[in-house]
């Protein structure tokens, strides 16, 4: 399985978010900032995969 990038993620949350408007985009994109900032700190994952 193939991961989007960071730039692609953004482009697919950008059309969800315009196809179903709520709560739930905020909260992914901070979720998505919590899995890099973690995955920063531990020296067996990738921070980009993360996100």
Partial sequence: MTLPTREQAQRLMQE???LNPGPWVRHSWYVAEAAY???QR????????AV
């Fill in 37 to 39: 900032a973690i995955a």
């Fill in 42 to 49: 531990h020296p067996a994952l990738e921070p980009e995969s």
């Fill in 16 to 18: 969800a978010e315009r």
